[in-house]
């Protein structure tokens, strides 16, 4: 046997193992261009038609109460500190009206 002969027989040896693994690669491709590819498609517009404008929604709602939340605690520590003047004014005026009585 010449060596191209050896050559020749062993390629069809490998191209005969290889043939499965070829066919079902062309099988993964088809699938993936069939079946992975349109459903990666709806997902993205899913993405963003629907999730996307819904956790913007989301976010605003957050944000807007966040600031109320912020000018009500401000206004609280406003409030608290009124409170605190208005007692020490009312014990001195307690005081002021027993020693009177």
Do not use: W
Request: with cysteine.
């Amino acid at each position: 046997m010449t060596d191209n002969e050896l050559l020749l027989t062993m390629s069809d040896l490998l191209d005969k193992k290889l043939k499965p693994v070829n066919d079902r690669l062309k099988k993964i491709e088809l699938t993936q261009e069939n079946d992975i590819l349109p459903r990666l498609k709806k997902i993205e517009l899913t993405q963003e038609n629907d999730i996307l404008p819904r956790l913007q929604n989301i976010e605003s709602c957050y944000i807007s109460t966040f600031k109320r939340y912020q000018a009500g605690v401000e206004e609280m520590e406003a409030m608290q500190a009124d409170m605190e003047v208005m007692k020490s004014v009312i014990r001195e005026h307690s005081e002021k009206l027993q020693r009177l009585a």
